[in-house]
Protein backbone atom coordinates (compact mmCIF):
# COMPACT_ATOMS: atom_id res chain seq x y z
CA UNK A 1 0.00 0.00 0.00
CA UNK A 2 1.29 3.14 -1.43
CA UNK A 3 -0.58 5.63 1.49
CA UNK A 4 -3.25 8.13 0.89
CA UNK A 5 -2.80 9.63 -2.89
CA UNK A 6 -4.46 12.51 -4.12
CA UNK A 7 -4.78 13.92 -7.65
CA UNK A 8 -3.95 16.22 -8.98
CA UNK A 9 -1.16 18.22 -7.10
CA UNK A 10 -1.61 21.16 -8.31
CA UNK A 11 -4.08 22.88 -10.11
CA UNK A 12 -4.21 26.20 -11.13
CA UNK A 13 -8.00 27.52 -12.39
CA UNK A 14 -9.70 30.96 -13.34
CA UNK A 15 -12.20 32.27 -11.07
CA UNK A 16 -15.87 30.90 -11.86
CA UNK A 17 -14.44 27.62 -12.85
CA UNK A 18 -15.50 24.33 -11.63
CA UNK A 19 -12.62 21.91 -9.65
CA UNK A 20 -12.37 18.07 -9.03
CA UNK A 21 -10.22 17.12 -6.60
CA UNK A 22 -9.22 13.06 -6.00
CA UNK A 23 -8.40 11.25 -3.06
CA UNK A 24 -7.67 7.67 -2.67
CA UNK A 25 -7.15 6.35 1.10
CA UNK A 26 -5.06 3.36 2.47
CA UNK A 27 -7.42 0.54 0.88
CA UNK A 28 -8.60 -0.84 4.83
CA UNK A 29 -9.56 2.69 6.33
CA UNK A 30 -12.96 3.47 6.46
CA UNK A 31 -12.84 7.25 7.76
CA UNK A 32 -11.82 9.58 4.86
CA UNK A 33 -11.49 12.95 5.81
CA UNK A 34 -11.12 16.39 3.85
CA UNK A 35 -8.86 19.45 5.55
CA UNK A 36 -7.80 22.92 3.82
CA UNK A 37 -4.63 24.48 5.47
CA UNK A 38 -3.70 27.88 3.94
CA UNK A 39 -0.23 29.26 4.11
CA UNK A 40 0.87 29.08 7.76
CA UNK A 41 -2.15 27.94 9.59
CA UNK A 42 -3.68 24.39 10.27
CA UNK A 43 -5.37 22.58 8.31
CA UNK A 44 -9.23 23.52 8.86
CA UNK A 45 -11.56 20.79 8.95
CA UNK A 46 -14.49 20.71 6.01
CA UNK A 47 -16.10 17.02 6.25
CA UNK A 48 -15.73 13.52 6.48
CA UNK A 49 -16.51 10.17 6.24
CA UNK A 50 -17.33 6.62 7.30
CA UNK A 51 -17.34 4.20 4.77
CA UNK A 52 -19.89 6.30 1.48
CA UNK A 53 -21.89 8.14 4.64
CA UNK A 54 -20.70 11.79 5.18
CA UNK A 55 -21.01 12.21 8.60
CA UNK A 56 -20.52 15.24 9.50
CA UNK A 57 -19.64 19.06 7.25
CA UNK A 58 -18.10 21.93 8.43
CA UNK A 59 -19.73 25.44 7.62
CA UNK A 60 -16.56 26.50 5.86
CA UNK A 61 -18.09 24.28 3.37
CA UNK A 62 -20.16 26.20 1.53
CA UNK A 63 -23.04 25.26 -0.95
CA UNK A 64 -20.16 25.57 -3.75
CA UNK A 65 -18.68 22.40 -2.07
CA UNK A 66 -19.47 19.04 -2.27
CA UNK A 67 -17.73 16.01 -1.82
CA UNK A 68 -18.74 11.88 -2.29
CA UNK A 69 -17.14 8.61 -1.71
CA UNK A 70 -19.19 6.27 -3.59
CA UNK A 71 -18.68 2.78 -2.73
CA UNK A 72 -17.00 3.89 0.25
CA UNK A 73 -13.47 3.69 -1.43
CA UNK A 74 -12.02 6.98 -3.25
CA UNK A 75 -13.49 10.34 -2.93
CA UNK A 76 -13.80 13.66 -4.89
CA UNK A 77 -14.08 17.24 -3.57
CA UNK A 78 -15.70 19.27 -6.19
CA UNK A 79 -15.91 23.25 -5.67
CA UNK A 80 -18.19 25.33 -7.88
CA UNK A 81 -17.65 28.74 -9.56
CA UNK A 82 -14.19 29.42 -7.64
CA UNK A 83 -13.29 31.91 -5.90
CA UNK A 84 -9.67 33.58 -5.33
CA UNK A 85 -10.78 33.27 -1.79
CA UNK A 86 -10.52 29.28 -2.33
CA UNK A 87 -6.77 29.14 -2.93
CA UNK A 88 -5.23 26.84 -0.77
CA UNK A 89 -3.68 23.26 -0.13
CA UNK A 90 -6.77 20.89 0.19
CA UNK A 91 -5.80 17.90 2.34
CA UNK A 92 -6.86 14.15 2.05
CA UNK A 93 -6.90 12.09 5.29
CA UNK A 94 -7.71 8.54 5.80
CA UNK A 95 -7.96 6.56 9.23
CA UNK A 96 -9.15 3.57 10.74
CA UNK A 97 -12.13 3.93 13.19
CA UNK A 98 -10.73 3.29 16.70
CA UNK A 99 -10.68 6.32 18.64
CA UNK A 100 -6.61 5.67 19.01
CA UNK A 101 -5.26 5.74 15.83
CA UNK A 102 -4.15 8.36 13.52
CA UNK A 103 -4.56 9.65 10.51
CA UNK A 104 -2.70 9.41 7.42
CA UNK A 105 -2.11 12.29 5.04
CA UNK A 106 -1.71 12.59 1.62
CA UNK A 107 0.34 14.79 -0.26
CA UNK A 108 -2.42 17.39 -0.96
CA UNK A 109 -3.79 19.38 -3.97
CA UNK A 110 -2.62 23.06 -4.10
CA UNK A 111 -5.22 25.04 -5.83
CA UNK A 112 -4.51 28.64 -7.28
CA UNK A 113 -7.36 30.59 -8.57
CA UNK A 114 -6.42 33.41 -10.50
CA UNK B 1 -13.48 29.03 21.25
CA UNK B 2 -10.68 27.70 19.92
CA UNK B 3 -10.32 23.87 20.69
CA UNK B 4 -6.72 23.36 20.59
CA UNK B 5 -4.01 26.59 21.67
CA UNK B 6 -0.75 26.48 20.48
CA UNK B 7 1.00 30.01 21.93
CA UNK B 8 4.38 29.45 20.77
CA UNK B 9 4.10 30.77 16.76
CA UNK B 10 8.12 30.17 16.60
CA UNK B 11 10.49 28.45 18.54
CA UNK B 12 14.51 28.52 18.19
CA UNK B 13 16.57 25.29 19.79
CA UNK B 14 19.93 24.82 19.51
CA UNK B 15 21.03 21.51 18.08
CA UNK B 16 21.08 18.45 20.18
CA UNK B 17 19.30 20.47 22.89
CA UNK B 18 15.77 19.27 24.14
CA UNK B 19 12.73 21.58 23.20
CA UNK B 20 9.14 21.72 24.42
CA UNK B 21 6.08 22.51 21.92
CA UNK B 22 2.80 24.01 23.87
CA UNK B 23 -0.45 22.58 23.60
CA UNK B 24 -3.58 22.83 25.49
CA UNK B 25 -7.05 21.96 24.63
CA UNK B 26 -10.57 22.40 25.43
CA UNK B 27 -12.83 19.62 25.74
CA UNK B 28 -15.95 17.97 27.89
CA UNK B 29 -15.66 14.68 26.31
CA UNK B 30 -14.18 12.12 28.86
CA UNK B 31 -13.20 10.10 26.21
CA UNK B 32 -10.54 11.94 23.34
CA UNK B 33 -7.33 11.53 21.74
CA UNK B 34 -4.09 14.10 21.58
CA UNK B 35 -2.25 13.67 18.42
CA UNK B 36 0.93 15.63 17.53
CA UNK B 37 1.98 15.98 14.10
CA UNK B 38 5.57 17.41 12.04
CA UNK B 39 4.86 19.31 8.90
CA UNK B 40 8.24 20.20 6.86
CA UNK B 41 8.69 22.46 4.07
CA UNK B 42 8.26 19.77 1.73
CA UNK B 43 3.66 19.76 3.09
CA UNK B 44 3.73 16.13 4.09
CA UNK B 45 1.62 15.61 7.24
CA UNK B 46 3.58 12.99 9.41
CA UNK B 47 2.30 11.56 12.97
CA UNK B 48 4.53 11.51 15.51
CA UNK B 49 2.99 10.58 18.78
CA UNK B 50 -0.72 9.98 20.21
CA UNK B 51 -1.70 10.12 23.85
CA UNK B 52 -5.40 9.06 24.79
CA UNK B 53 -7.29 10.41 27.63
CA UNK B 54 -7.43 7.64 30.02
CA UNK B 55 -3.70 6.48 29.34
CA UNK B 56 -1.89 7.06 32.75
CA UNK B 57 1.31 7.12 31.11
CA UNK B 58 2.87 9.64 29.10
CA UNK B 59 3.57 8.63 25.56
CA UNK B 60 6.94 7.87 24.10
CA UNK B 61 8.19 7.54 20.70
CA UNK B 62 12.24 7.24 20.56
CA UNK B 63 13.33 11.09 20.45
CA UNK B 64 9.36 12.42 21.21
CA UNK B 65 7.57 12.09 24.28
CA UNK B 66 4.41 13.73 25.66
CA UNK B 67 4.00 15.89 28.64
CA UNK B 68 0.35 15.09 29.67
CA UNK B 69 -1.46 17.04 32.45
CA UNK B 70 -5.14 16.23 32.47
CA UNK B 71 -6.27 18.59 34.72
CA UNK B 72 -4.16 21.62 32.81
CA UNK B 73 -6.08 20.15 29.63
CA UNK B 74 -2.18 20.43 28.28
CA UNK B 75 -0.38 18.04 25.80
CA UNK B 76 2.91 19.44 25.58
CA UNK B 77 5.44 17.63 23.21
CA UNK B 78 8.79 17.11 24.09
CA UNK B 79 11.76 16.52 21.51
CA UNK B 80 14.90 15.36 22.78
CA UNK B 81 18.31 15.79 21.37
CA UNK B 82 17.30 17.98 18.29
CA UNK B 83 18.19 17.73 14.94
CA UNK B 84 18.32 19.87 11.82
CA UNK B 85 15.68 17.76 10.68
CA UNK B 86 13.60 18.74 13.33
CA UNK B 87 13.07 22.31 11.91
CA UNK B 88 9.81 22.30 10.77
CA UNK B 89 5.52 23.43 11.27
CA UNK B 90 4.55 20.95 14.54
CA UNK B 91 0.72 20.91 15.26
CA UNK B 92 -1.24 19.44 17.99
CA UNK B 93 -4.46 17.95 17.11
CA UNK B 94 -7.37 16.29 19.18
CA UNK B 95 -10.16 13.61 18.25
CA UNK B 96 -13.20 13.49 20.86
CA UNK B 97 -15.54 10.26 20.80
CA UNK B 98 -18.59 12.09 21.46
CA UNK B 99 -18.06 15.63 19.30
CA UNK B 100 -17.85 14.53 15.68
CA UNK B 101 -14.72 12.31 15.54
CA UNK B 102 -12.94 14.62 13.37
CA UNK B 103 -9.44 15.28 14.05
CA UNK B 104 -9.06 18.85 15.40
CA UNK B 105 -6.32 20.93 14.95
CA UNK B 106 -4.63 23.90 16.23
CA UNK B 107 -2.65 26.79 14.17
CA UNK B 108 0.74 25.02 14.67
CA UNK B 109 4.00 25.75 16.18
CA UNK B 110 7.46 26.59 13.59
CA UNK B 111 10.51 25.19 15.17
CA UNK B 112 13.71 26.23 13.93
CA UNK B 113 16.87 23.98 14.94
CA UNK B 114 19.93 25.87 14.73
CA UNK B 115 23.46 24.45 14.06
Known amino acids: DTGVSQDPRHKITKRGQNVTFRCDPISEHNRLYWYRQTLGQGPEFLTY????????KSRLLSDRFSAERPKGSFSTLEIQRTEQGDSAMYLC????????????FGQGTRLTVV | AQKITQTQPGMFVQEKEAVTLDCTYDTSDPSYGLFWYKQPSSGEMIFLIY??????QNATEGRYSLNFQKARKSANLVISASQLGDSAMYFC????????????FGPGTRLSVLP
Open chain 1, 93 to 104: ASSKGDMNTEAF
Open chain 2, 93 to 104: AMREHNYGQNFV
Open chain 1, 49 to 56: FQNEAQLE
Open chain 2, 51 to 56: QGSYDQ
